[in-house]
């Protein structure tokens, strides 16, 4: 093997909140589980979180919104979300995963890259995944999937593709047809909108985008065009790296009712606040940039940002600042409020 050439595994967890769920109440075993808000017999608000695969053959996915999958299977097991526990479970397996290579990079609470390169072949990257994933069930109780591949864009396909309690690996050249049958959607960096505009041009598969010319990609969908071009080819040269591992912390609420109570809103953001405060304390980060989102009747959504000077971890400021957001919201838009939500970022 050439030595530019890289060897990169992906892990993703496995239906990981409804799993933890599933490890700690053996008598959830083979039944729907569902994570996520109190569907309420069916008029709860907001959203799912996860569901185990036997919730899924009802058709309930994550963001699909609680009363919806309450309708799709109302004898489901619903859980709250125990975001505590979900935390301590990813931190254990990040200790895990971080022994395995000293270039690593989280990418959420059940995912990560390892640049394995070193190696050398991809049947030892092979042994390296089915090791990571034994020693995580040993340890944890819990299956996971990994991906290998030449890039981070080709092994995070592949262990799309592999799940669940998968390991599969594609080699650098195999990468190009193994992506061409896959709908664009699965193609990082193509979200809602892009793919609406790439169908609308005939482009479905991942393939169909190589039937474009680099040119015709830049002018259609600017500078991202030259990045659809290279990865449709299972080009990506993104480095794997630790750096500005978590990017923001946020917590957003739906309420019951669509509001304007002032009390209800500012208690539900205090909240909020606090929970922020504490994730970024234990994190031990300081923030520079405070978000407030708002969701009004109707879905509308508006978000504002406002970016201090200097970072700080100090809850007066991040009190004071989220909350004139958030008034400011209230004042501009006479519209009752369904959700409403904080998050900070820039991390250092
Ligand atoms: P994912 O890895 O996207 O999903 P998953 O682990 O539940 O299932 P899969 O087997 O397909 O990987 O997300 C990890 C966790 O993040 C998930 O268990 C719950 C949480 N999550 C949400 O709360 N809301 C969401 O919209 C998504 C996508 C995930
Ligand atoms: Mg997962
Ligand atoms: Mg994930």
Not at 310 to 316: Q, V, Y
Request: net charge positive; proline share 4%.
């Amino acid at each position: 093997m050439c030595m530019a050439e890289r060897i990169i595994l992906h892990i993703d967890m496995d239906y990981f909140f409804a799993q933890i769920e599933e490890r700690d109440n053996p008598r959830f075993r083979g039944k729907p589980v569902v994570v996520g808000a109190d569907p309420k017999n069916g008029s709860g608000r907001g959203v799912v979180s996860t569901a185990n695969y036997v919730a899924r053959k009802y058709g309930i996915h994550s963001a699909l919104p609680i009363s919806k999958a309450y309708q799709l299977c109302p004898d489901a097991i619903f859980l709250p979300v125990n975001m505590e526990l979900y935390q301590k479970v990813s931190s254990e397996i990040m200790e895990i995963i971080k022994k395995y290579s000293s270039q690593w990079e989280i990418i959420s609470l059940d995912e990560a890259y390892l640049d394995i390169s070193f190696s050398g072949s991809y049947e030892k990257a092979k042994e390296i995944g089915e090791n990571l994933k034994k020693e995580i069930f040993e340890k944890e109780k819990l299956t996971a999937t990994v991906g290998v591949g030449p890039n981070k864009i080709v092994a995070k396909i592949v262990s799309e593709k592999a799940k669940p309690n998968g390991l599969l690996v594609v080699t650098q050249p195999e990468a190009e047809k193994f992506l061409e049958p896959f709908d664009i959607d699965d193609l990082p960096g193509v979200g809602p909108k892009t793919a609406e505009k790439m169908r609308s041009l005939g482009i479905n598969k991942i393939g169909d985008i190589k039937k474009l010319s680099k040119e015709d990609l830049i002018n259609i969908f600017g500078v991202v065009g030259e990045d659809f071009y290279l990865r449709a080819r299972g080009i990506d040269e993104n480095p794997v790296s630790s750096e500005g591992v978590i990017k923001s912390i946020g917590r957003q609420y739906t309420f019951e009712k669509d509001t304007r109570d002032s009390k209800t809103l500012f208690s539900a953001f205090d909240e909020m606040i606090l929970d922020v405060y504490k994730e970024l304390f234990e994190a031990g980060f300081n923030f520079k940039t405070i978000t407030v989102v708002c969701r009004f009747q109707g879905f509308e959504t508006h978000t504002m940002a406002k970016t201090l000077k200097k970072p700080t971890n100090d809850l007066k400021i991040l009190k004071t600042e989220s909350k004139k957001l958030l008034l400011k919201f209230i004042l501009q838009n006479q519209k009752l409020i369904r959700l409403i939500g904080v998050r900070v970022s820039s991390f250092s």
